[in-house]
């Protein structure tokens, strides 16, 4: 049981942070001329420049050595041949099983898997068609106008996310919702202006058993079926995507109505299966498609490139760097194309709900700091609210930068603010301006030796902060699929690098628990006096003023 700190290339990373710490990028720029071309890798899809970092060549070598002490060929071979590397669960990891063009046979517990996905990529195909032809009809023969999916955290996230980013290329046919809170205020609005003879329900659920998309489903089938008088028009009303086809149908959803979900399928890397319904009804079957090709582009890319020209890779060993090594906390996510304004939310599940973990896969406590916060909005929208912290606080925060080339609405004039934005931004938060810099420029702009004196150290921004900048030519479905799958990938490999397991979520059961017993206390109106008197007097006080009529 070797643990990471006990790699060689683990101390001198170690060692080197120390050095590295003591040193600022914008001199590393002026020492080395061609410190973009050392630090930056053209894909098809993007660019991604990654040399506003700390790093030096021997940082980036000590960092591969990392990669290959830490076997991550080897865990990547692992992954995709379909071994259970979900330890914890006993399950295979195989979300890139569903974008496999290359067809290549995978077998998980002896079975061959990629028949089943392919019939499923057949079955979406067909009824997205049918929905947005038309011939899909509701109880009453009236065409299907809008879908509501009802899901939560990766059954709703990511096609939500996508869905938002391409709306560019959407015809309009349907109109896609989503419904992922408990908070009855989210689905009556998107229920009260809608017809329920034209409205289809996607119940999204690996599970089948989560409480808050389980409600939103029954509360979903009373509003059709109070409307319709009858019970039958479920069966042209309601699709469920499930792993569970035993409580979908107990559900009372009609089998053939049902598109299937694999348990080697982790909910928040799902959106390339059956849960991506919702987008192929959006975009049509042939754009969902391209999503697929083009998260396979950067699966091929990610198993052919070696370790030192690999994008994921070099993400997940940068993010190790900043977070485990020098000591950053969170990492922002910072789109500058508003269709990715979904994407910091994404990634939050992504990557934290993967890899925010403080036990090691052997079931040891970690005692390195693991993965950042992530967190973000849109650049443009950041600047004018966080962007000061990102400048002036004392906390680093790393950050990527991710815009295209050409904007998918274009309006004259708009695209070239919001990208000299995007340049200058990563630019001062590296360079930064020092306190003589700040005088001599307040002193040619004619301010009093009073004034510069009062606001100089205010102005300071001592830079060297990190990004990562990734260049897009423009948000299409492919370009989403690679970015994503991008994403996806760094996650793995910072999860092998980290000794995380990275597709369990035990994380998330305490709460669900104890919400369980709660709520039975909420409605019985008997609080457990065992709980702790915070807990206790909270739900008193929210008990009596409930029943309070004030
Ligand atoms: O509670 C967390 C979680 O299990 C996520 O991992 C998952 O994406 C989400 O809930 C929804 O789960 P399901 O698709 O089973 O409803």
Known sequence: MIGRVELPSWKLL???AKEMKGLHMSALFDEHENRFAEFSIKLAPFLLDYSKNLITTDTMQLLFSLAKDCEVELWRKKMFSGEAINRTEGRAVLHTALRNK?????????EEISKAVQDSLIKMESFSNKVREGHWRGYSGKRITNVVNIGVGGSNLGPQMVTEALKQYSDNSVNVHYVSNVDGTQIANILRPLNPESVLFIVSSKTFTTTETMKNAQTAM??????????AAIEKHFVAVSANKANATEFGIL???IFDMWDWVG???SLWSAIGLP???????EKFMELLDGAHEMDKHFCDSPIDENAPIILALLSVWNCTFLGAQSQAILPYDQSLHMFSA????????????????YGVPIDYPTVPTIWGELGINGQHAFYQYLHQSNNVVPADFIGSIESV????????????????QSQALMNGVNEQQVREDLKVKGRTPEYINQVAPHKVHKGNRPTNTILMRRISPRTIGSLIALYEHKIFVQGIILQICSFDQWGVELGKGLANKIEVELRCGKINPTHDSSTKELINYYQTIKNTNL
């Open 267 to 269: 909910g928040r890397f």
């Open 255 to 257: 089998e053939e109505n």
């Open 222 to 231: 009373k509003w059709l079926t109070s409307s319709s008088f009858d019970a």
């Open 279 to 285: 987008i192929a009804i959006d975009l049509g079957f």
């Open 409 to 424: 609405t274009p309006i004259k004039g708009h695209h070239e603010t919001l990208m000299a934005n995007f340049f200058a």
């Open 102 to 110: 290359t067809q290549r046979t995978i077998y998980v517990n002896g």
């Open 346 to 361: 994404y990634m939050q599940q992504a990557e934290m709900e993967s890899n925010g973990k403080s036990v090691s896969w």
């Open 14 to 16: 170690a060692e080197h």
